[in-house]
Nanobody, 127 residues
């Protein structure tokens, strides 16, 4: 299983970035892929996602990004995306996509239930 994130970079506060996570068709059809992030010295935290790759509407978001981040999925591209607007200093982190076959609504925010991870893409928000 291979997950490849891209789109990170250095952006001023208030700016925007669009992250991508691409995989194979087999992985996309077998696993649910969601977004996490990890800031220096902190645990990996859930950012956005839902239980099924086939669900393109009912996304959950961590409270700190609601109204600013938007997740989307594209089955034709075998990809998931994270549009990040109004970026804040505290959004600085390495952003990862994770894949799991065993998500239920109550556990999709837990990094421990994800089986595979990409290498991550660094997002740095400057003042």
């Amino acid at each position: 299983v291979q997950l490849v994130e891209s789109g990170g970079g250095l952006v001023p506060a208030g700016g925007s970035l669009r992250l991508s996570c691409k995989t194979s068709g087999r992985t996309y059809n077998s696993y649910t892929i969601n977004w996490f992030r990890q800031a220096p010295g902190k645990e990996r935290e859930f950012v956005a996602g839902n239980r099924l790759n086939g669900d393109h509407t009912n996304y959950a978001y961590t409270d700190s990004v609601k109204g600013r981040f938007t997740m989307s999925r594209d089955r034709a591209e075998n990809a998931v995306y994270l549009q990040m607007n109004s970026l804040k200093l505290e959004d600085t982190a390495v952003y990862y996509c994770g894949a799991s076959r065993r998500l239920i609504t109550s556990t999709l925010r837990l990094s421990s239930v994800y089986d595979y991870w990409g290498r991550g893409t660094q997002v740095t928000v400057s003042s």
